[in-house]
């Protein structure tokens, strides 16, 4: 597994293609391993490198579906989920995550947002109803390379900006989630989902 790592790693470096940095790696296998989650989520598969990570650190049994836009990436960690002892407990959806998580009927109880940075809150909307309740939510790049915390940021990247704020406002305020922001890579931030009753109906 770790050679198959390795080799993933490299591949992904030589073609620039982003996946989860050592810490965050780090963090990602520390806390699945901590929730033993049994039915996993993924938006943003890239070559199945996280996938991987996350399937080492869960229970037997446990199950990951995982959804990724590009063709030619989905290629790639397709094949590299053939070479690791878990390809039967991955499946792997190839198209816009907006589109397909409406059709998706798991009841999840880990979930990795690592795509589109201006849709995670979609993302999470489009999921929310298959969280069962516990459910971790993993989310990478929350800082948006720093630029979530800044007074000024470039125009281009105001609406960008925005709507991660957007985010991470909702994960703090709703009081469905517990969250907690690690100031790792660019940011990571996890939440924990009560479920939909936790509301206070006095
Ligand atoms: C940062 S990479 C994922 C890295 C991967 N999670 C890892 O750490 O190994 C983000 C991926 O999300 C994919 N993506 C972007 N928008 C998407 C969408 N709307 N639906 C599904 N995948 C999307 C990109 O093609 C890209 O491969």
Known sequence: MDDLLRAMEEYAALRTIPVIGRDGAALLCATV????PRAILEIGTAIGYSTLLMAGQAAAGARITTIEIDAERAAAARAFFSRSRHAAAIELLVG??????PGLDGAYDFLFIDAAKAHYLQYLAGAMDKLQ?????????????GLVTAERPPRR?????????AYLEFVNNDPRFTTTIHPIGDGIAISRFQGDDSHDHT
């Open 33 to 36: 391993a901590s929730a033993r």
């Open 157 to 165: 990247m105001r609406t960008l900006v925005k709507r991660m704020r």
């Open 133 to 145: 309740p516990g459910a971790v939510i993993f989310a990478d790049n929350v800082y948006f390379y």
């Open 96 to 101: 816009d995550a907006a589109a397909i998580l």
